[in-house]
């Protein structure tokens, strides 16, 4: 029973490795469609209703270059709040999560300030 453990371990280590050099290529370059995964396994955190792109790239160890694109490619998946984060960051979040009461009224309150974009 240990062999099956240690064996799966080490696929797990291999799989692992393998996304690494993916994702942080020696040329420097990021893989779009592991860019993509890795965006949306930040987003899919329950930890945060919404991520800005300063706080997904650093989370995930990505520029926030490649996490812009990777949300413009997303888009289908992916809405942006209309109202910024209090530094005027744009907010993001996955289409499947429902709009909170909060949500609501901070877009309502935004938009009769006129602060919507």
Same mark, same amino acid.
């Given at each position: 029973?240990?062999? /099956?453990?240690?064996?799966?371990? @080490?696929? +797990? ?9 993916? *994702? ?8 779009? %469609?592991? &860019? ?13 209703? +919404? @991520?800005?792109?300063?706080? /997904? ?9 490649? &996490? ?10 992916? @809405? ?5 984060? %209090?530094?005027?960051?744009? *907010?993001?979040?996955? @289409? ?8 609501? /009224?901070?877009?309502?309150?935004? +938009? *009769? ?5």
């Amino acid at each position: 029973m240990p062999r /099956i453990a240690v064996t799966s371990l @080490r696929a +797990f280590f291999r799989v692992l490795q393998s996304k690494r050099e993916v *994702l942080m290529s020696p040329s420097g370059k990021q893989t779009s %469609a592991a &860019v993509r995964e890795v965006v949306l396994a930040e987003l899919n955190d329950k930890t945060y209703d +919404f @991520r800005t792109i300063g706080g /997904i790239a650093g989370a995930a160890g990505l520029t926030p270059e490649s &996490v812009a694109a990777a949300l413009k490619d997303l888009s289908d998946v992916v @809405r942006e709040s209309p109202v910024p984060d %209090a530094h005027g960051n744009a *907010l993001y979040t996955l @289409r499947s999560r429902p709009r909170s009461a909060r949500e609501i /009224i901070s877009e309502t309150r935004a +938009f *009769l300030a006129g602060s919507t974009r």
